[in-house]
């Protein structure tokens, strides 16, 4: 099969267009002809390097896949040679008592696909049924493959930790993300307020457009007094943060007393300075948020299916053109998903 790979870490160099072998498909697992995989900024980390994590070189990304299963193994039972599927990102054991609590990303075990193990950057992958979700008939392929990672991450964030309610309000740090764009959505479809941030004004416009109440642009406002003069300086019930280093002393300052701030990512870097006064006197709370459960990643979908929450795609390339795809996702040039088509 043809597939990217990279064989060191590095820059965008480092990523080849090559024949690689062919999955090994085990007795639980269907072998998938990827037709679109997304990216993510795990992609990036990746492909650099992160400190104490080892990743299997040479090595191929991708957690975001759509595609149709090509054959199974002898002990799958539901699925089928020519389904078209989604796949659920993350592994587990399946027999913890994480796992059989529903809370998959606690799992000891849990990795994800195109991170610790090969993943869509290719034309073929093989996954264990389980991690299989049928995917909505009329849902485009690279549509398909912008939902997994980023809608199942946002959902976990502001139902399962931060337990976002009607009436509330939720300050979406870096909207045009494809994490942002769902937070949006799923903030929205719960019946809250959504102040959205981004660095330009056609972002700003597209996130208006999910559903956004408000919008601030961070290179030209101050975030936490923004996100105060909109609501009459009470602050705000919950803050997105996916951005790390560069965002989080205004995260917290934007919070109103008892507010929660949840957190994903830090794409700017992972030391985040906060001022423990606020924590106590305003009551707040920090919570951490990783991945998701397959229950969760199945909520998604079935309202993906009834067009109540929406892929986001910015710009489709070619397998080929990995290096370019996640050069654009490093310069924050998209809006929503950036995707490969096999």
């Not at 790390?244 to 870097?269: P, Q």
């Amino acid at each position: 099969m043809k597939a990217v790979v990279f064989h060191e870490h590095g820059g965008t160099d480092k990523l080849r267009y090559e024949e690689r072998p062919d999955p090994v498909v085990k007795e639980n697992e269907a072998l998938i002809r990827i037709q679109a995989c997304a990216l993510n900024h795990l992609d990036i980390w990746g492909r650099e390097g992160l400190p104490g994590i080892q990743i299997p070189l040479p090595h191929i990304s991708g957690s975001d896949i759509c595609g149709e299963v090509a054959s199974v193994g002898k002990l799958v039972s539901k699925a089928r040679p020519g389904d078209s599927v989604i796949v659920s990102p993350g592994l587990s054991c399946g027999m913890c008592e994480h796992c059989l609590s529903g809370r998959d990303s606690m799992c000891r075990s849990y990795k994800i696909i195109g991170y610790l193990v090969d993943g869509g950057y290719a034309e073929l992958v093989s996954v264990p049924e389980a991690n299989l979700i049928p995917k909505p008939e009329w849902l485009k392929s690279e549509e398909a493959a912008a939902v997994p990672l980023v809608f199942m991450t946002a959902w976990h964030m502001l139902v399962t930790r931060a337990g976002v309610a009607p009436g509330e309000t939720v300050l979406v740090l870096g909207a045009g993300s494809g994490v942002g764009s769902a937070a949006i959505q799923i903030a929205r479809l719960w019946g809250a307020r959504v102040i959205a941030t981004a660095g330009s004004e056609d972002k700003l416009d597209h996130a208006k457009a999910l559903g956004a109440d408000e919008a601030i642009n961070h290179t030209q406002q101050d975030v936490a007094e923004e996100a105060r003069r909109l609501t009459g300086k009470r602050g705000v019930d919950i803050v997105f943060e996916h951005v790390g280093s560069a965002t989080w002393e205004k995260s917290i300052k934007a919070l109103a007393v008892g507010g929660r701030l949840v957190t994903c990512g830090a794409t700017t870097g992972y030391a985040g300075q906060t001022d423990i006064r606020f924590l106590y006197s305003k009551q707040l709370s920090i919570l951490g948020s990783y991945m998701a459960s397959k229950g969760e990643l199945l909520r998604v979908v079935e309202l993906v299916r009834q067009r109540r929450l929406k892929p986001v795609v910015d710009k489709v390339y070619p397998l080929a053109d990995a290096a370019k795809a996640q050069e654009r996702m490093e310069k924050r040039e998209h809006f929503g998903k950036i995707v490969l088509r096999s």
